[in-house]
């Protein structure tokens, strides 16, 4: 069994009417120093966001998280998608993804855990904590 290393993570939200502030969850960063990982995972619900904003860009709102997960691209093999900031260690790079912001896609606070394995942690969060609820009831 690997060892568990700790993680930090953020949900990524969307708020389509900052003035309003509704939010709905769109996405998750995970980041752990000990063994170099950073990695995003978004999914769009454009139900839910046509159901706070019925006019706000899907497109729009799509390529800004699309844009995160490629910030957070192995700069060694994805140099290409992560820009000039994909040079940046990976822990600047949570960072600034991190940082509080007035902007439709905006970052939660930062949280912590242990996980033995970053990809499979950040599919877990990204499916208990982003996608929809199996099974649920719409009001």
């Avoid at 729009?60 to 994805?78: K, N, P, Y």
């Avoid at 140099?79 to 993804?97: I, V």
Wanted: charged letters at 25%; a neutral charge; one cysteine or more.
């Amino acid at each position: 069994m690997t060892a568990r290393q700790p993680f930090e993570y953020a949900l990524l939200r969307v708020v389509p009417r900052i003035e309003r502030g509704e939010a709905f969850n769109a996405g998750v960063v995970l980041y752990s120093r000990p063994v170099d990982y950073l990695g995003a995972r978004v999914h769009l619900d454009v139900q839910r966001l046509h159901a706070l904003d019925p006019g706000a860009d899907a497109d729009l709102i799509g390529a800004a998280l699309q844009a995160v997960q490629a910030h957070c691209a192995d700069e060694r093999t994805d140099a290409r998608h992560a820009g000039p900031a994909g040079a940046e260690d990976r822990g600047r790079r949570f960072r600034r993804l991190t940082a509080p912001r007035s902007t439709i896609v905006q970052a939660g606070p930062v949280h912590t855990g242990l996980t033995a394995d970053p990809d499979a942690e950040l599919e877990h969060l990204l499916s208990t904590l982003v996608l929809p609820l199996a099974g649920a009831r719409r009001l």
